[in-house]
Each structure stands twice: as C-alpha cells, then as structure tokens.
T-cell receptor, first 114, second 111 residues
Framework: GQQVMQIPQYQHVQEGEDFTTYCNSS?????IQWYKQRPGGHPVFLIQ?????EVKKQKRLTFQFGEAKKNSSLHITATQTTDVGTYFC??????????????FGAGTQVVVTP | DVKVTQSSRYLVKRTGEKVFLECVQD?????MFWYRQDPGLGLRLIYF???????EKGDIPEGYSVSREKKERFSLILESASTNQTSMYLC??????????FGDGTRLSIL
C-alpha cells in the first residue's frame, strides 16, 4: 500500500536559520497536504498542492510538489520561535482511493533555539 | 469557522471496558476520520466514513469499531480496552479531497 515517509524526524534550528523538511511517497500522489501541529495542539492545515512541479509560498514558508508527484518539500526561511511544532505531510492517491483518504507521514518535529 | 468537537479531552478507563469516543462536526462534511497519534509514528488512520452508515477500515482497525448514524457525528468504540490502546485520539472531518479539520483530541489512558 501507499507509504509516506518524512525526513528528518527531528530538526533543531537556530533562530534566523533556514531549514527544509522532505516528504516522499512510495506511489504517485494525486495531491499532497501539509499540516502544522503546535505543542499541545491539534494539526492545522497549511496548504494543498495538486499540480506536478507546483510551488506555493506563505510568507517565509515555501512548499513544492515534485515533478513526478512522489515527493514534496517544505522550506522555512529565517526561522522564528513561532515555527516550533511538528509538520506533517499527507498524501492522497485518488486513482486507488477515490474517497479522499490521506496517508500521513510521521512528521518532522522542529525545535528552535533562540 | 469549522468546529470539530470531541466529547472528552482526557479519559481514563480500565482494561476490558467498552469505551466510546464521540466526535461532532458542524460543517456538513461528508468525510469523517479517526486517527491515533503516538510519538514517532505520526497520525495513523483507524477508520473513516464517507457518508452516513458508510465506513472503511484504515491502517490499524483491529480492536476498534465505529458508528455513523448521523452525518455530523462519528463515534469510535473500543470493544474491550487494552493497555496498548493508550494514546491520543484525533477526530477530523472534511469535504471530499479537501483539508481536514481536527478536533482537540482525546488523551485516553487504559489502566
């Protein structure tokens, strides 16, 4: 079945630095979503990517969907303490699962050092 | 704003008990989901439902069942609770292929 893997599992970042987290799928995806979960909170939707090679930006966050639609990345520039949390990607393959079920990765836990 | 409400934030039960976790959404979403979240394992799908009385197994359905009698309500049932079911349980709802909206979660401890 479909597997979604995220790396790294943990990311320690100095405030002001950039970092990237990666999401890889064993199958071609129809679309991919990214979520952020603050400590003690629940996952909150950030963005959805649908097209091959798509790039979307939200302020300091840049999301990319690979050309083959099997991988995605989230790049954060000038990290701030408000970026602390766990970032999850979730992929859906509508060719095999038309009900919109998403497979979540294990997440990247981000810790920011002031 | 979408509201997904889970009946309890914290719950403590004993081994062998039948446990009910309730989830209600107010946005008329077709899809509803139950996940469990454990450290290092991310969100694992237990069951989901795409319509009233319709359900599909997720990745880890063993030991669980679900009920969806009304569109807004999706219940997760632990038939006979065991200690390995101690976890954070998250409910979510969405329209087809759209973002999922999560509840605050229920931290369930089985003693």
């Amino acid at each position: 079945g479909q597997q979604v893997m995220q790396i790294p599992q943990y990311q320690h970042v100095q405030e002001g630095e950039d970092f990237t987290t990666y999401c890889n799928s064993s199958t071609t995806l129809s679309n991919i979503q990214w979520y952020k979960q603050r400590p003690g909170g629940h996952p909150v939707f950030l963005i959805q990517l649908v097209k091959s090679g798509e790039v979307k930006k939200q302020k300091r966050l840049t999301f990319q969907f690979g050309e083959a639609k099997k991988n995605s990345s989230l790049h954060i520039t000038a990290t701030q303490t408000t970026d602390v949390g766990t970032y999850f990607c979730a992929g859906s393959d509508m060719t095999t699962d038309s009900w919109g079920k998403f497979q979540f990765g294990a997440g990247t836990q981000v810790v920011v050092t002031p | 704003d979408v509201k997904v409400t889970q009946s309890s934030r914290y719950l403590v039960k004993r081994t062998g008990e039948k446990v009910f976790l309730e989830c209600v959404q107010d946005m008329d979403h077709e899809n509803m989901f139950w996940y469990r979240q454990d450290p290092g394992l991310g969100l694992r799908l237990i069951y989901f439902s795409y319509d009233v009385k319709m359900k599909e197994k997720g990745d880890i359905p063993e030991g669980y069942s679900v009920s969806r009698e009304k569109k807004e309500r999706f219940s997760l049932i632990l038939e006979s609770a065991s200690t390995n079911q101690t976890s954070m349980y998250l409910c979510a709802s969405s329209r087809l292929n759209q973002p999922q909206h999560f509840g605050d979660g229920t931290r369930l401890s089985i003693l």
